[in-house]
């Protein structure tokens, strides 16, 4: 998979994919990233990339001419690609519009900066994402977010796949508490359940963990589940400990 990313500050894009699983993934050739500069599109002695606004108004708007021009070079280099456009204006990017976008083969993500661009340039995009309802400086941190989940569900980004689908919200819940050693550190526990080796009653306690995990901390998210006989059991089985204790 290919993603590039269009922004007035590389600096920024190329020390993030320097660490991290990103960066081994981009080393193996699994992914292939391109940094692209938006200032090597202008054509006057300050590079400049943005304008003041026609009718007034605090700050500056990204000019259209730089990024129309960068995207008919990536285009003229590159096979069918999709624009991703970072703004607090988009559709809420998650884990599943994220393993969506994990199908496709060439994504740019163009990073704003200033007031925002000229609506001229929201033509040339396919996906306008929002992280939330606030607002940052600019899209590269939003975009090297969504990169980053976005590589999660690229076949050989992640070592272990299976930790993948144990990801919180990969299954429509969030994921079950974890413990490494030691058993007891100032008095505090590992559940025994973990300790004792039998996989089949971890992952039962695992299971029944992560549905009352949100259940209590994102309850939006499993009142939109659509609940399997697996989970209807943990939940069963989740009554049947509350009851025992209050009993």
């Given amino acids: 998979?290919?993603?590039?990313?269009?922004?007035?500050?590389?600096?920024?894009?190329?020390?993030?994919?320097?660490?991290?699983i990103v960066s081994r993934a981009r080393a193996n050739k699994t992914l292939e990233i391109e940094v692209?500069?938006?200032?090597?599109?202008?054509?006057?002695a300050h590079r400049t990339t943005d304008d003041y606004v026609y009718g007034g108004g605090g700050g500056m708007v990204m000019k259209p001419a730089p990024v129309f021009e960068?995207?008919?070079?990536?285009?003229?280099r590159n096979g069918p690609f999709k624009?991703?456009?970072?703004?607090?204006?988009?559709?809420?990017?998650?884990?599943?519009r994220a393993e969506e976008l994990a199908r496709q083969e060439n994504?740019?993500?163009?990073?704003?900066?200033?007031?925002?661009?000229d609506e001229r340039i929201m033509t040339l995009v396919d996906y306008e994402l929002s992280i939330g309802s606030f607002v940052v400086?600019?899209?590269?941190?939003?975009?090297?977010?969504?990169?980053?989940?976005?590589?999660?569900?690229?076949?050989?980004?992640?070592?272990?796949?299976?930790?993948?689908?144990?990801d919180s919200f990969y299954n429509g819940l969030l994921d079950h508490a974890n413990w490494t050693r030691p058993a007891v550190y100032r008095g505090l526990e590992v559940p025994a359940v973990y300790v004792n080796g039998h996989h089949q009653e971890i992952e039962k306690a695992r299971k029944r963990d992560s549905i009352l995990r949100?259940?209590?901390?994102?309850?939006?998210?499993?009142?939109?589940?659509?609940?399997?006989?697996?989970e209807k059991n943990a939940i069963i089985e989740i009554i049947r400990e509350l009851s025992t204790d209050a009993g």
């Fill in 214 to 230: 949100t259940i209590l901390k994102h309850p939006k998210l499993f009142l939109e589940k659509e609940i399997g006989p697996e």
């Fill in 1 to 20: 998979m290919k993603f590039a990313v269009v922004s007035i500050f590389p600096e920024m894009i190329e020390a993030f994919l320097s660490r991290g």
């Fill in 36 to 44: 692209i500069q938006l200032r090597d599109y202008t054509h006057d």
């Fill in 137 to 166: 400086s600019g899209g590269e941190i939003p975009a090297l977010l969504m990169i980053d989940a976005i590589s999660r569900f690229v076949p050989g980004v992640v070592g272990n796949e299976r930790s993948v689908k144990q």
């Fill in 107 to 117: 994504l740019l993500f163009l990073c704003g900066r200033y007031e925002g661009i």
């Fill in 83 to 96: 624009v991703v456009f970072p703004s607090p204006q988009g559709q809420i990017f998650d884990s599943a």
């Fill in 70 to 76: 960068c995207i008919d070079d990536y285009a003229t």
